[in-house]
């Protein structure tokens, strides 16, 4: 399967990490399950990818409120990358994705802009090996909106210098694809796992 990108002349790539990048939405589904399960709360998997792109603390702030929990967001939060960093040897690349990668890296600069902390974001981009490909991360903590807010793609296009219309976004969540609109940013839709296949 190859991903079809927009027409035009872009100046800068700008990719969403995990399930856009990094094949790891399984991967953080299961941390979230076996995190969750320790004060018995449920998280169904087809709202997990509902929300993807949310932050882990506005996660689990959501889910407390959800089911009348009293969560420490900290722990839990802390709790989830624990497992998560567990599971990273398993971690695999999104193909389509890496294509792009390979074959622009060097010509245009490329931006991370991600809901997960910055520690989670390097750890799946060194287990890949490619961390050093991109020119700035901007990742939860370096924005007050998140997504379906632009504030942190029009943070990354103003880092790397490139007019907001010049960069060209990739994302497998549609929260993610609002923000890049909202951003005025053109964008390419990675599919889920299972319609990769």
Not at 129 to 151: H, I
Request: charged share 25%; net charge negative; proline share 7%.
């Amino acid at each position: 399967m190859t991903l079809k990108l927009p027409e035009g002349l872009f100046k800068a790539y700008l990719f969403d990490c995990d399930g856009t990048i990094a094949d790891s939405m399984p991967l953080h589904f299961k941390a979230w399950k076996k995190t969750l399960a320790e004060w018995n709360c449920e998280f169904e998997e087809e709202l997990f990818y509902e929300w993807g792109g949310m932050p882990v603390a506005e996660i689990i702030s959501t889910l407390n409120a959800r089911h009348g929990l009293n969560m420490p967001v900290e722990n839990v939060a802390h709790r989830k990358e624990e497992l998560y960093f567990e599971l990273l040897p398993q971690l695999k690349p999104v193909p389509e994705v890496l294509e792009h990668i390979r074959t622009e890296h060097g010509r245009i600069p490329f931006g991370v802009v991600s809901g997960s902390t910055k520690e989670s974001v390097t750890a799946s981009l060194v287990t890949l090996d490619l961390l050093d490909r991109f020119d700035t991360m901007v990742c939860a903590g370096d924005y007050a909106k998140s997504k379906p807010d632009p504030e942190a793609f029009l943070l990354a296009a103003s880092r790397l210098g490139v007019a907001p219309e010049r960069c060209l976004v990739f994302e497998d969540t549609d929260m993610g694809i609002q923000a890049a609109k909202a951003a005025g940013m053109a964008s390419v839709k990675v599919p889920p796992p299972w319609e990769r296949k």
